[in-house]
């Protein structure tokens, strides 16, 4: 079974990167780490019926055999799911944060220098042709609009700008 994650005090980047992933592993459970931040935790009271996402105490390890980090690479970041490294698990990351020393060691590791994950997330949906609902659409559009300052901070590249016309073109809402 698939597990992703993200980092503790998750942000919209870390929130739609989940929801990106989601889509390219569309049998995996979500799991949000710790606590978020208030508008993360406000937005996901909206959409509980929508957006099915296990916290700690309720997630159980058992039985997860791919773990999917997004938007971290960093054990500390990453809560009980931490427990599953050294195990036999394949894991994954997708991050735009440099690789550090002492990051988690992946088998597939996907870092792009961009504005935000969900970035490198979305262009990969957008090369497989998968279809985003509205809500997911939306969600990775606030995630790379929060992450890269709506589009204005200077680590935003093509990429970002390319990612919100493709959401845009999924039905992703602006007034959102």
Do not use: W
């Not at 050294?86 to 597939?108: F, L, S």
């Not at 996907?110 to 504005?115: A, F, N, R």
């Not at 204005?152 to 073109?169: A, K």
């Amino acid at each position: 079974m698939d597990l992703i994650t993200t980092h503790m005090n998750a942000d919209f980047d870390a929130l739609g990167s989940l929801v990106a992933a989601k889509k390219l592993y569309p049998g995996a459970r979500l799991l949000l780490p710790g606590s978020q931040e208030a508008a993360v935790r406000d937005f996901l009271a909206l959409a509980k019926d929508q957006v099915v996402i296990e916290t700690e105490r309720e997630c159980s390890l058992d039985g997860v055999d791919r773990l999917i980090l997004v938007d971290t690479r960093q054990r500390a970041r990453i809560g009980v799911a931490a427990g599953l490294l050294g195990k036999p698990v394949e894991i994954h990351v997708y991050d735009h944060h440099p690789r550090m020393k002492g990051d988690v060691v992946a088998d597939r590791d996907m870092y792009e220098e961009v504005g935000a994950t969900v970035s490198i997330l979305a262009d990969i949906i957008k090369k497989k042709k998968i279809k985003l609902s509205y809500l997911e659409a939306t969600l990775m559009l606030i995630g790379i609009y929060e992450e890269t300052g709506s589009l204005t901070y200077r680590t935003t590249t093509g990429l970002d700008v390319d990612m919100v016309s493709f959401l845009l073109s999924q039905g992703a809402s602006l007034a959102v």
